[in-house]
């Protein structure tokens, strides 16, 4: 009697002990694709910010010298109309209405 009840409690310790190890495992797998999920998270923001500025150097670059051209009109443009903006608006000879 003795004999299977240490039997008994022998089972039921391995029991726990491998319940406790299924745990740990499960609880190390899901830490793992916690893991994998934030790094494959990284890894795709970083491809698309890698992406994007390897397309937008060359639009840069268009809008660069789209800015420098209309720069230049701008400044011309300023230029034509700076002794049209001195003028005075009215005649210096006309008579104010009273």
Known sequence: MKHDAIQKWLGWVV???LAVQFYFVKE???AELMFAVAFVALAVGFAIFYGLSAVGRP???VAESLAKSA???V???IQFLDPVSRRPFR???SQSVR
């Open 28 to 30: 190390m797998l899901a």
């Open 15 to 17: 029991a726990v002990i």
């Open 75 to 77: 400044e011309s443009a």
């Open 91 to 93: 005649q210096t000879h």
């Open 59 to 61: 639009i840069i670059r």
């Open 71 to 73: 720069t230049r009109i």
